[in-house]
Nanobody, 123 residues
């Protein structure tokens, strides 16, 4: 069982930045694709960004150009740098890990999930 733990959430003003971190307990972390999703109150969970083991990335249109996903395989960690935050970015952010390589923009494509970290952007 892979343990996935997010950190770095908090309260920030609109226009500010936050960096989320996600650490996985798996020693073969480099073999996993990693993704970030978010869920706002009353809404379904939605895809934010993902990074394959090769390092290739994909972003949701709503965050492209503002968010950046990266990974450090030496630390078993994936990051989500969030800049120019907007109130509509407020949500619980989840990190997930996938061994397979399809449907990585959908939550069904992931095998392991963290508990989430709250991000609140005030206007």
């Amino acid at each position: 069982q892979v343990q996935v733990v997010e950190s770095g959430g908090g309260l920030v003003q609109a226009g500010g930045s936050l960096r989320l971190s996600c650490t996985a307990s798996e020693r073969t972390f480099s073999s996993y694709a990693m993704g970030w999703f978010r869920q706002a109150p009353g809404k379904e969970r939605e895809f934010v960004a993902r990074i394959r083991k090769s390092g290739t990335t994909v972003y949701a249109a709503s965050v492209k150009g503002r968010f950046r996903i990266s990974r450090d395989n030496t630390k078993n960690t994936v990051y989500l740098q969030m800049n120019s935050l907007k109130p509509e970015d407020t949500a619980v952010y989840y990190c997930a890990a996938a061994l397979q390589t399809s449907q990585l923009e959908r939550d069904v494509g992931y095998d392991y999930w963290g508990q989430g970290t709250q991000v609140t952007v005030s206007s």
